[in-house]
C-alpha cells in the first residue's frame, strides 16, 4: 500500500495536485478500493473474456467504473501489466486514481473487459466544439450543468445583472466544493451582480449535484476549472467570452491552481484570503497538526462530499433533477483525508510541492488582486511568502492587514476590489455606487456594523483607458495599518487607522533587526549572547485554553467579539521584553526565533510569539510561530534569516541530543504593526496554546522541561524587518481592545521576569 501525503485547509484549506503535463502513476487506498502498489505482470495470453456489461469513463489521470456489480475485483491492465485492482462498492462504482495517461488500458474481472481505454493528460488541449456545445446544459440564468472534457457534469448556477437582452455581461465564476451553485445559498453572489456582473456559482467534482469523486484540489478538479472557465466564456452572454475568478477561502484558493492550468479565455483572478503552503501554512504549521481548524474543516468537507452530503442536494433529486442523483454514484469511492492526515505528518515530494501554490503561482499569467490578514483565524496568513512568485502575471495587486478570515471582504480592501473587477473584467471606468449598500448588507451580518468610510469614485470624468493607466501607477502592495483602531469608527470596526503603499514585497528596504535574549527575561536591542545563565520552563500545554476565543465560528469576525487571552502560568513559559524603545519602530514581513534548546524528552514543540506592551501596561498580541524541533531541518535553499523554511521530512527529522544544547529557528508567520516610541517588544516562549482564535495542535509536549540558552556560546536572538521612515499616526494609539485579530491583556511579566 502507497501511503498519499495529505496538508489540507481550509476555507479554508487544502490539498491539490498540481497540473503538470503529467505524473507517474501512484496507485492508492480509496474507500472502497483495494489497490495493489506494485505493479505484478498477467499471463501473457489472457484467457478470452466477454464485451464489459460495466461502463467505463476514463479521464484525466483517472478511470472510473459505473454500474457494475457490487463486489466484483477489477483490474486496470496495460498491456501485460495489472496497474491496479480495486472491488465495486455497494453503488455500482469504483475509480482508479493517478493512472498515467496513455493508450491501450483494459479494466477486466475474471469475465468481462472493457478495453481500448485512453486516459487522459492534464497537459492536452480539448477542442473548442467542447465548450460551444455545452449551452445547452448551462442557461442564460438560473440552475444548470457543464460538461467537462471526461463527461463528468458539474452543476452550476448563473445569475444575471439584469435581463438577457442587455447583455452580453462581464463575468466572474466562483468555483469550490461548497455550495455555489446551490440557488438558494448565493448571497455573495450580490457583491457581483450588484455592479453589473454575470455570476456562475459552480460546484468542483465530487460536491454538491456534479459528479465524479471528491478529492481536495486533485489534478482532475484543476482541470476540470480550465473547463468550466472555458464553457462559461463560450456563452452569448459573457461579454468579449473571457472571465473572471472571485472567491474567499476556499474558492479563493481554487482560482491559484486554476489559474495555474492556464485557461485562455481567462481573464484575470481576485483570490482572498488563501494560503501558499497547505502543509506547512495551515495543516502542520512548524511541523505540528492543527487540529482546531483544518483537520476540522477537512472532516466537513468529507462529510459534505458524502452522496447527498449537502442537504440541497437531496432536495433537487427529490423534486427531479435525475443528473444530480445520478451525479452521486462515485461519491463511495472518495477517500478517507482525515484518516491520510493522521498517516502522514510528514512532508513528502512530489505531491508535498503540488499541493503548494507557491510551488505554481509562477504559472499563472493574468492580472491577480489578492488579500488577506496576518491573523487569520482559518487559513493563517502566511500566504505572503508567495508573492515574490508570480514572475508571469501583468499586474499583482496585494492587500495586506490586521485582522481575520473576512477582513478581505472588509470595506478598505472592498473599494480597491471593486476597481480591480470594474477595470480587468468590466472593462469600464469604475463606478462604487454600489459600494455603500454592498458594505451595509455586509456589515450587519458579518461585523455587526453598519457604518465604514465612503465609497468614493475616484476615476470620475476619466476614459477608461485614462483609468486604468491610474490605476496601474498605484503602487501595488497596500498594508492597512491598525485595522480596527481608526477612532472616526466605533472600536473593531474594519476600518485602519492608517495605510502605507509600497512598490513589491518582500519590503527591499527593510533592516533586519536583532534582539538578543539575555539575563531577567530581557531583550537587548542589537546584541547578543549577552547573558550568563539559562533559562528553562515545564512544557505544559495543559496549563491554559488551547485558544483565546471560545464562540460560534462567525462570532470571531465580529467589531465586539470577546477574548480570553491569559498570561503564561509562572514555570509554563518564558518572556523576554525590550526597553522602552526610542522611536516608532515599524515591522513588515516574517521573522525568526533562533533558540540554543534542550529538553528532558527526546523532542518538544515550541510557541513564540511577539506582543507590544504598552507604556499604560496593556499588552497586544501580533504574531506568533511553531516548530516541533525533531523537524528543525531547514532547506537551505529557500531559507534566509528572516524566513526560515522548515523541510518537514520524515528523513530530515532528528531526536534533540540529550543534555546538549540544540540550535533551532522557529519561524514567525508574517505581520506589519507599529510599535510605538515607549511601548516594549515582547517574546515569549512557551508550548502550543492560548495564542490563536481557533487553531488547537495536537502537540507531544508533555511536562518535559525545556531549556533555552542565550550565552555568548549559545546567542539565542529575535529577527524582524523594520521599515524606516514609516509615518506613524502621532495621536494616541488604538484602545485596548479594539485591534481586529490582536487581543489585548494586562502585562504580566513570566517566571524569569520578561
Not at 475474471?110 to 492536452?124: H, K, L, R, Y
Not at 455550495?179 to 456562475?200: E, I, K, R
Not at 482559518?378 to 508570480?390: R, S, V
Request: glycine share 10%; with cysteine.
Amino acid at each position: 500500500m502507497s501511503k498519499r501525503p495529505l496538508a489540507v485547509l481550509t476555507a479554508l484549506c487544502l490539498l491539490a495536485v498540481a497540473c503538470s503535463d503529467g505524473e507517474d502513476a501512484v496507485p492508492t487506498t480509496e474507500a472502497g478500493t483495494e489497490t495493489t502498489a506494485a505493479e505484478t505482470t498477467v499471463a501473457e495470453t489472457l484467457p478470452a473474456l466477454a464485451p464489459a456489461t460495466f461502463t467505463v469513463q476514463p479521464g484525466v489521470q483517472q478511470i472510473a467504473v459505473l454500474d457494475a456489480e457490487p463486489g466484483t475485483e477489477l483490474s486496470v491492465i496495460n498491456g501485460t501489466t495489472t496497474i491496479a485492482t480495486g472491488t465495486v462498492d455497494e453503488q455500482g462504482a469504483l475509480l482508479f486514481r493517478e493512472v498515467a495517461e496513455g493508450d491501450g488500458y483494459m479494466v477486466a474481472s475474471d469475465t468481462e473487459a472493457a478495453t481500448d481505454i485512453t486516459v487522459m493528460s492534464p497537459g492536452a488541449t480539448p477542442p473548442a466544439s467542447l465548450y460551444t456545445e455545452e449551452q445547452t446544459l448551462l442557461p442564460a440564468g438560473g440552475f444548470g450543468y457543464i460538461v467537462t472534457r471526461d463527461g463528468t457534469t458539474l452543476s452550476a448556477n448563473v445569475l444575471l445583472p439584469g435581463p438577457i437582452e442587455n447583455g452580453p455581461f462581464p463575468t466572474v465564476v466562483e468555483y469550490s466544493g461548497y455550495q455555489p451553485s446551490d440557488p438558494d445559498s448565493a448571497q455573495l453572489a450580490a457583491l457581483y451582480t450588484a455592479q453589473g456582473f454575470a455570476y456562475v456559482g459552480v460546484n468542483m467534482r465530487g460536491t454538491g449535484c456534479s459528479g465524479g469523486s471528491y478529492r481536495f484540489f486533485e489534478t482532475a478538479q484543476s482541470i476540470d476549472g480550465y473547463d468550466v472557465i472555458e464553457a462559461v466564456a463560450a456563452q452569448p452572454w459573457v461579454l468579449d467570452n473571457e472571465v473572471g475568478m472571485v472567491g474567499i477561502s476556499y474558492p479563493g484558493i481554487s482560482q491559484l491552481f486554476v489559474a495555474a492550468t492556464q485557461p485562455p479565455s481567462l481573464n484575470s483572478i481576485t483570490p482572498l484570503s488563501v494560503l501558499d503552503d497547505s502543509y506547512r501554512s495551515t495543516l502542520y504549521p512548524g511541523g505540528i497538526l492543527n487540529t482546531g481548524f483544518a483537520v476540522n474543516w477537512t472532516q466537513e468537507r468529507v462529510d459534505q462530499a458524502r452522496p447527498f452530503g449537502q442537504e440541497w442536494t437531496k432536495a433537487r433529486a427529490d423534486a427531479g433533477d435525475t443528473m444530480c442523483a445520478d451525479n452521486q454514484r462515485l461519491r463511495l469511492q472518495n477517500p478517507d483525508l482525515v484518516a491520510e492526515i493522521d498517516d502522514n505528518p510528514f512532508y513528502s515530494n512530489p505531491l508535498g510541492d503540488s499541493l503548494a501554490p507557491i510551488t505554481f503561482v509562477d504559472k499563472i499569467n493574468v492580472p491577480v488582486f489578492i488579500a488577506g490578514a496576518w491573523q487569520d483565524e482559518q487559513t493563517g496568513g502566511h500566504f505572503p511568502a508567495m508573492l515574490p512568485d508570480f514572475a508571469a502575471s501583468p499586474h499583482v495587486y496585494v492587500t495586506l492587514t490586521n485582522g481575520l478570515h473576512t477582513e478581505s471582504l472588509s470595506p478598505p480592501v472592498a473599494r480597491r476590489y471593486m476597481e480591480f473587477l470594474q477595470l480587468y473584467v468590466g472593462k469600464k471606468v469604475p463606478d462604487l455606487s454600489a459600494g455603500a449598500a454592498i458594505a451595509g448588507a455586509l456589515g450587519g451580518a458579518i461585523w455587526g456594523v453598519n457604518t465604514f468610510g465612503p465609497f468614493e469614485s475616484r476615476f470620475a470624468g476619466m476614459t477608461y483607458e485614462e483609468a486604468l493607466a491610474a490605476f496601474e501607477a498605484d503602487k501595488p502592495v497596500r498594508i492597512l495599518f491598525e485595522q480596527g483602531g481608526d477612532p472616526a469608527f466605533s472600536p473593531g470596526t474594519p476600518e485602519p487607522h492608517f495605510t502605507a503603499e509600497f512598490d513589491s514585497w518582500p519590503m527591499a528596504f527593510a533592516v533586519t533587526t536583532l534582539w538578543g535574549l539575555g539575563d531577567d527575561g530581557a531583550l537587548v536591542t542589537g546584541e547578543q549572547g549577552t547573558g550568563s545563565t539559562a533559562d528553562e520552563y515545564t512544557a505544559d500545554p495543559s496549563a491554559l485554553p488551547a485558544t483565546f476565543y471560545e464562540g460560534g465560528s462567525s462570532g470571531v469576525w465580529r467589531a465586539d467579539v470577546q477574548y480570553d487571552w491569559q498570561p503564561l502560568p509562572d514555570g509554563t513559559g518564558l518572556g523576554y521584553v525590550t526597553e522602552p524603545l526610542e522611536s516608532d519602530t515599524v515591522v513588515i514581513g516574517p521573522g525568526a526565533v533562533d533558540l540554543w534548546v534542550k529538553a528532558t524528552a527526546a523532542d518538544t514543540d515550541l510557541e513564540v510569539t511577539i506582543s507590544e506592551v504598552r507604556p499604560d501596561g496593556t499588552e497586544i498580541y501580533v504574531q506568533s510561530g511553531w516548530l516541533r524541533a525533531s523537524q528543525r531541518a531547514l532547506d537551505e535553499a529557500r531559507s534566509s534569516d528572516l524566513a526560515p523554511v522548515l523541510t518537514n521530512a520524515e528523513a530530515d527529522a532528528a531526536d534533540l541530543p540529550a543534555g546538549e544544547f540544540t540550535e533551532v529557528k522557529v519561524p514567525i508567520f508574517p505581520f506589519a504593526h507599529p510599535f510605538r516610541k515607549g511601548s516594549r517588544i515582547r517574546l515569549t516562549i512557551d508550548a502550543p496554546g492560548n495564542n490563536r482564535a481557533v487553531w488547537e495542535f495536537r502537540t507531544i509536549s508533555n511536562g518535559e522541561t525545556v531549556t533555552i540558552a542565550h550565552d555568548a556560546d549559545h546567542p539565542s536572538r529575535l529577527l524582524l524587518p523594520v521599515v524606516p521612515d514609516i509615518a506613524v499616526p502621532q495621536a494616541a494609539p488604538p484602545a485596548c481592545g479594539s485591534l481586529r485579530g490582536q487581543p489585548c491583556r494586562e502585562y504580566v511579566p513570566a517566571g524569569n521576569g520578561g
